[in-house]
């Protein structure tokens, strides 16, 4: 793990791709230090590993690092499909928190379905989805805000009426994650191969990069 700065980034690639083209990638150079503010400073510091899970496999993948020349910080870049401090894949986390938060299946559910040989342990998946549950409000606000600022008539803002009463913000998070992405297609086009499974990694990376430090 890495606990150096760090920017989420959208390669537009499949863990997979990354793994196997991440040393011919162009990376984007920052040009201020997210630490120290300094422009100009910037350099390369080759790579670090990190080894993401899926189900049923082990990733070997490098992530790109900066160096900066005034302060010493270092800033890595993230690929969207993995967020910081968990091993798994954001994919398999995401069909997780989806499983238990809207499909609404029981922990033994969730463990036949999206489980193989006890990997991710059900400890794990309790952590992601309680994780998911206490980041949830803060997430919601900062996608209502942008939705009823650029589409104030997307029905999330207040999806059973007043009279409902608070809903929970787990669940509305993940509608909401929907209508964010249905936004962000309208206003990027390298988003067109987006649908409902990478609505996680949108909001990831559209939310780190207003902020939003932790996800799940
Ligand atoms: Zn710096």
Redesign the pocket.
């Known amino acids: 793990m890495c606990y150096c700065m760090q920017i989420v980034v959208e390669f537009h690639l499949t863990v997979e791709a990354y793994a196997a083209g991440y040393a011919a990638l162009t990376y984007p150079r920052p040009e201020r230090?997210?630490?120290?503010?300094?422009a100009g400073?910037i350099e390369g510091h080759g790579f670090y590993w990190r080894y993401p899970l899926d189900v049923f496999s082990r990733f070997e993948i490098g992530i790109k690092r900066w160096y900066?020349?005034?302060?010493?910080?270092t800033t890595s870049l993230l690929p969207s499909f993995l967020l910081r401090f968990r091993w798994y894949l954001l994919a398999v986390i995401q069909s997780m928190v989806v499983a238990r938060f809207e499909t609404r299946q029981s922990w033994r559910q969730i463990e036949t379905t999206c489980t193989a040989a006890g990997a991710p342990s059900n400890r794990t998946l309790k952590r992601w989805c309680r994780s998911f549950a206490r980041q949830a409000p803060a997430w919601l606000a900062a996608v209502q805000q942008t939705l009823a600022e650029f589409e104030p008539a997307a029905p999330g803002l207040d999806p059973l009426g007043a009279a409902a009463g608070p809903v929970a913000p787990a669940p509305a998070l993940l509608d909401a994650a929907l209508q964010l992405l249905a936004w962000g297609k309208t206003r990027w086009a390298e988003l067109a191969d987006f649908g409902r499974a990478e609505r996680l990694r949108f909001l990831w990376h559209w939310g780190y990069g207003r902020g939003l430090a932790r996800l799940i």
Not at 33 to 38: D, F, H, I, S, Y
């Open positions: 230090c997210p630490n120290c503010g300094t400073q900066c020349r005034a302060c010493g910080k």
